[in-house]
């Protein structure tokens, strides 16, 4: 290839430019000066200050549970008197007016909790001999509601089947009366019983970790030097109050006391729950509704010290769906985690049968469900296992839909169909934005031991300002789309009759998957090569004779050439002038990012591409049957990927050094990218490219198999293999040169051909229809009302 004239491909160019360079800022200079204008700006920075401010403090509700825990520990000095008498006279000051202890407010009532949180703070009241009026009406809320504590359609707080009925037996203990039906309370203790002496039977440290916690419900028949063995360094069991407290309150434990009397010194006269599985809750609702690029170092400080906390073995991983959540989040964000940990827990949830079927069965199996998609090490078998389970037992919930459908029960099923349909790989960032938008539950109650309610969880100005930008962000979409559709017009590319016109789908990927709007010239790079790509392929798959296929080599590789002398027909004359002026746009943008002329490189990327195409088309012409290694060697460069992908890496993050392309890790990323690509192009293209007398490496592959079916299998595990391996790769920070935001590339072009080859032959996909009108055409729209 002869050297770039540089000044040809800019004056070439230069009619083409528009505004692109400052597209996001020349898009909004109409609008920034209205008065409208101006306050909507004002409230969606106030709502980002907002947000951003709760990095900065856990807003965590009252827990009446805890607090009546810590109200029942005895005085050091005698145990006829409260050593927390200050958490009693928060429980005599704040009962509900129904007679309950619990969340005031809630727009969902859970029962089960409010009957734990009341029986414990009449428990309170009752060892110390005060407020017997409380006592009452905490009674008669008991027994009007003690129906719902074996309603298996009711959320139930962890550990509820042992510590409930642990407290009506501390109840009777005290000599309290409770009015409760006999019936009931005898099912309850034989669930107690049994659910003791399954965990007591497995034998395994998960199963001695859950007896320890849930303490408080074992009273006099807990091992409590047993325990002891799981006090953290500054003196919490399991970093639970409750728990703490039930074991102060049957052995001295300087810790203990030391982290209880802390705790009030910090909080006041009550006790509030940990605060790591609201801060997950955060990250997760920022990155699931696409605003998290607006919040980054915020996140990384948080997510940082969350690992440290992994690293530690923090007890609030004891926890099922924090300890899912944490793993995910943690692992998709590049931070070196190994599965064990959360399998394991995974295991006591199944093996235990602790399923019972009820809406926080359900939140926390989908959570290790989304855990168990981050699969990128072959040893990870257990995590696999963990998939199927899970994946079935949502399957059964979403067919039995044996629950009460709630809003908050609406929000979890409609979580499990998405999760289900759209596993994470084959999904696509901006309809994930879309839907969690959508779905997005503002009731920021949640329940762990107990209920509490927090605005890191749910809180209305992440939704409020995710629509906000999301309906911004599209309109910027809408006219990126328009001034392709108008380069497609003045390119002549639609006067190519044999070439399929899919600009749209060429580019909604773009704005799907590099969806922030300062990533403009990357999304019309990829989009731009894109629709390029799919009008070569059809000219050497069918349009195009042999001259006219070596032509166009010819002139990319000659590259200053007189089009209108050089060119062998007008087809070729349109597609290289096309192919030119787009591969000169892309490197007059990268030089603002790499201070330096990439030019070549984007040629290179073109050639290859072209090359590989080419002998396809000779494989064709001469009836040649290649062999599988020597088919797949060329076709993970003719899915054309790479001329799209790899210009993109060049707009992404500045400078990269030119050790960066000649270490071999890009070519590494861009082989597993492609080859799943291929291969999913081939599954499900095969029947109809065997009608046509075309190979591909399904019908190589069947050569040596007994059967379609079993090539098909052989060739989707594969691609598992190759998907996760890629996917490995770009997590991976060790020996690696290539940054993280260009490594991310080639995962959103793989996440792309999962998507687009979920069901059909890749265009014909009918799922791309609602996507398209989701990403790029139709504004979310909420009532807030």
């Not at 709502?47 to 951003?52: G, M």
């Not at 009777?172 to 003791?196: G, H, R, S, W, Y």
């Not at 999301?470 to 070439?499: G, T």
């Amino acid at each position: 290839m002869s050297l770039l004239n540089l000044n040809t491909c800019v004056i070439r160019h230069k009619t083409h430019l528009h505004s692109y360079p400052s597209f996001s800022a020349s898009l909004e200079s109409g609008k920034r000066n209205s008065p409208q204008a101006n306050t909507e700006a004002s409230l969606t920075q106030g709502r980002k200050e907002r947000i951003r401010s709760l990095f900065n403090k856990v807003d965590l509700s009252v827990s009446a549970y805890d607090t009546a825990w810590v109200a029942m520990v005895p005085s050091p000095h005698s145990s006829q008197s409260p050593c927390f008498s200050s958490c009693i006279d928060w429980i005599l000051r704040n009962q509900l007016n129904d007679g309950s202890w619990g969340l005031p407010q809630q727009s969902v009532r859970w029962l089960k909790d409010d009957l734990s949180s009341t029986l414990a703070c009449v428990l309170a009241l009752k060892r110390w001999g005060v407020g017997q009026e409380q006592i009452n009406k905490g009674s008669h809320f008991l027994e009007s509601n003690f129906g719902s504590a074996t309603d298996e359609n009711q959320h139930s707080p962890l550990g509820f089947n042992i510590i409930f009925p642990g407290m009506l037996e501390y109840a009777k203990i005290l000599n309290l009366k409770l009015p409760v039906d006999q019936k009931i309370f005898d099912t309850m203790l034989k669930k107690k019983a049994t659910e003791i002496r399954r965990y007591s039977e497995n034998q395994s440290l998960q199963s001695e970790t859950y007896l320890a916690c849930v303490s408080e419900g074992m009273g006099k028949s807990q091992n409590w030097d047993m325990v002891l063995k799981f006090q953290r360094k500054n003196g919490p069991l399991f970093d639970s109050p409750s728990t703490t407290a039930a074991s102060l309150s049957h052995i001295q434990n300087t810790g203990c006391l030391n982290y209880l009397t802390q705790l009030l010194e910090k909080f006041g006269d009550a006790v509030y729950p940990s605060d790591i599985y609201t801060r997950l809750c955060l990250v997760d609702s920022l990155e699931r509704m696409g605003i998290d690029p607006y919040f980054r170092q915020e996140i990384k400080t948080v997510l940082d010290e969350i690992y440290c906390s992994w690293l530690q073995d923090d007890e609030q991983f004891m926890d099922v769906a924090t300890c899912a959540l944490a793993f995910r989040i943690l692992r998709v964000n590049g931070y070196d985690i190994l599965s064990d940990k959360l399998t394991a827990i995974a295991k006591e949830v199944y093996y235990c049968n602790l399923l019972d079927g009820n809406l926080k069965d359900t939140s926390e199996v989908l959570e290790l469900y989304r855990a168990s998609q981050t699969i990128i090490y072959p040893y990870e078998s257990d995590l696999e296992k963990q998939k199927t389970w899970s994946k079935c037992f949502l399957e059964q919930k979403l067919h039995t839909g044996s629950v009460h459908l709630d809003k908050y029960a609406q929000t979890i099923f409609k979580e499990v169909e998405d999760a289900l349909k759209f596993p994470d790989y084959a999904n696509l960032e901006r309809l994930v934005h879309v839907r969690s938008i959508k779905n997005y539950n503002t009731d920021s109650s949640r329940i762990l031991k107990t209920s509490y309610i927090s605005e890191n969880i749910s809180n209305t100005n992440l939704q409020r300002f995710a629509l906000e930008d999301f309906n911004a962000c599209q309109s910027i979409y809408q006219e990126e789309l328009r001034l392709l559709e108008s380069w497609v017009v003045e390119s002549k590319l639609d006067k190519l009759e044999f070439a399929r016109q899919k600009t749209t789908y060429c580019y909604y990927p773009a704005a799907a998957m590099l969806f922030p709007p300062e990533l403009h010239e990357a999304r019309m790079s990829w989009s731009k090569h894109s629709i390029l790509a799919v009008v070569v392929d059809d000219l050497f798959d069918i349009g195009g004779s042999m001259e006219e296929l070596l032509n166009l080599i010819q002139l990319l590789n000659k590259w200053n050439v007189n089009v209108h002398t050089e060119c062998c027909s007008e087809n070729v004359h349109i597609i290289f002038s096309a192919l030119q002026n787009t591969i000169c746009e892309t490197g007059d943008w990268a030089i603002k990012w790499q201070a330096r002329n990439v030019t070549n490189h984007i040629i290179e990327f073109w050639m290859e591409f072209l090359s590989s195409v080419l002998r396809e088309a000779e494989w064709a012409r001469d009836s040649y049957v290649p062999k599988l290694e020597e088919y797949m060697t060329n076709g993970f460069i003719s899915i054309a990927l790479g001329p799209i992908v790899l210009p993109s890496v060049y707009l992404v993050d500045p400078e990269l050094s030119e050790n960066v392309f000649q270490n071999g890790e890009l070519r590494n990323l861009l082989e597993l990218m492609s080859t799943c690509g291929r291969l999913l192009n081939d599954i499900q293209s095969y029947k109809r490219e065997s009608k046509q007398g075309k190979l591909n490496s399904v019908s190589l592959h069947m050569i040596h198999t007994d059967s379609e079916e079993a090539a098909v299998q052989d060739i989707k595990n594969i691609i598992n293999e190759k998907r996760r391996e890629l996917q490995r790769k770009v997590l991976q920070d060790k020996d690696s040169v290539v940054p993280r935001v260009c490594k991310d590339l080639f995962w959103k072009m793989s996440r792309v051909m999962h998507f687009t080859y979920m069901k059909d032959d890749g265009f014909t996909l009918d799922n791309m229809f609602w996507a398209v009108k989701a990403i790029i055409h139709e504004p979310i729209s909420i009532d807030y009302d």
